[in-house]
């Protein structure tokens, strides 16, 4: 007689790149967290082509509990989003949860989140009550939250923040999507009906450092304006309209002064500032364009977005099951 497992009602994803260090931690937080919601939930880590140890230690775990835990295991690192998504193909629960495997979002915290759900929401994003970051990454954070609510008008608060709950309408969506590069919230939060979000307690990093450089964030956020809106080019075609007729009355005056005045050399670094400062608009306005042609052409040549080089899961037998290498285009 085969064994069927209970389908879980919460899937768990965790994206996992080099946290050897706090795995142990997270580990003896969270399922403790989980099992107290008294719920049948599942875990979804995912190693995203970790350096370190830590493909070996998830591999210890799902032996210890692989009535819950499922690892998925990438051949390289792709990304934290790209694992997330990988996460998401895998998921079976009604509810899914993201969350960091660093612990500056607290596990006890996903029963917020639930009883958020409960309430009709089908997407709780959440905000960090004292943000335990640096002031730089604070700051820049901010600004680039404001930058992106006025160009792509999707509000969310924090959106550096993992910790968030979807419905299962909303990760079917988002499943369905080929995108090469993309931003999981702010995907996610175009397909849901009813969004919100709540406060949720930030803490330190319980080992290891932060994998986002400066650069990092801001191609994150490159790919986050460009990836959901068309306002940049839109702006850069207003800027260069403007910017023709500026020109125009420009040498109309020059033009004058030549007849009037006749020829003087006065102000001829004044016209040199104006002529650098127009480079200097065309040559990011090109950069603005490229981001869009990048876009496209790493769409359109069609190369897997991520390759699971295994699966770990128990089967409906019980036996564990460890899959060939699958390619998610």
Known sequence: MKVV?????LSVVIPVYNEEAGLATLFARLYPALDALQMPYEIIFVNDGSRDNSALILS????????????????????QHMAILAGFQATR??????????????????????AKMKEGYDYVGSIRRE????????????AMNRLREKITRIKMTDQGNMLRAYGRNVIDLVNRCNEVNTFIPA??????????????????????????????????????????????LQFFSMLGIGLSFASAALFVVLLARRFLF???VQGVFTLFAIAFFLMGVILFGIGIVGEYVG??????????????????????NG???NEPTKVKV
Do not use: C
């Open 5 to 9: 497992p209970m389908k879980p009602e």
């Open 60 to 79: 210890d775990q799902f032996r210890a509990r692989p009535d819950v835990t499922r690892v998925v295991l990438f051949n390289g690192n792709y990304g």
């Open 93 to 114: 629960g009604n509810v899914v949860v993201t969350l960091d495997a660093d612990l500056q979002n607290p596990p006890e915290e996903i029963g917020n989140l639930l």
């Open 131 to 142: 943000r335990q970051d640096s002031a730089w990454r604070t700051y820049a954070s901010r």
């Open 187 to 232: 995907l996610a939060y175009t397909f849901a009906r009813r969004p919100t979000e709540i406060v949720v307690e930030h803490e330190e990093r319980a080992a290891g450092e932060s994998k986002y450089s400066l650069y990092s964030l801001i191609r994150l956020n490159f790919d986050l304006v460009t990836g959901f809106s068309l306002v940049p």
């Open 262 to 264: 006749g020829a003087e």
């Open 295 to 316: 876009r496209i052409y790493q769409q359109v040549r069609g190369r897997p977005r991520y390759v699971i080089q295994a699966l770990l899961e128990e089967s409906t």
């Open 319 to 321: 036996a564990v099951q």
